[in-house]
């Protein structure tokens, strides 16, 4: 027997579907150094509202702490995939978005591009 009250009171989540491209995708590492109190969903919705050439996903992939750190701070790998459906995209498209997403980020405080030093 199954007790439908109880399952009534757990509806069942909706599956989500996107296409599947065909064509080869594309991504760009953004090595980045949080301080102490930045939140890494702030990054991911500040990054969300750029308008990028193809759909896109975005997957943190490294974290590191400790030297040439400052202490408390922390480096982390944001993975941003672009999943182009109708054509290749151009190196040219990539690093625009790159840099608009770059862009974005300086709204974002406490957190910076982390460069080759740090």
Do not use: C, N
Not at 24 to 47: I, K
Not at 86 to 103: N, P
């Amino acid at each position: 027997e199954a007790d439908l009250t109880l399952a009534a009171r757990h509806p069942a989540v909706t599956a989500a579907y996107r296409a599947i491209s065909r064509l080869p995708g594309t991504w760009r590492d953004l090595s980045l150094v949080l301080d102490p109190d930045a939140a890494s969903g702030s990054v991911l919705a500040s990054l969300a509202k750029v308008a990028s050439p193809a759909p896109v996903s975005m997957t943190w992939v490294d974290r590191y702490a400790g030297p040439p750190l400052a202490a408390g701070q922390f480096a982390m790998t944001l993975r941003v995939m672009l999943h182009p459906l109708d054509r290749t995209l151009t190196d040219a498209e990539t690093e625009a978005y790159r840099a608009e997403l770059l862009g974005a980020l300086e709204s974002v405080p406490g957190v910076r591009l982390r460069r080759i030093d740090t």
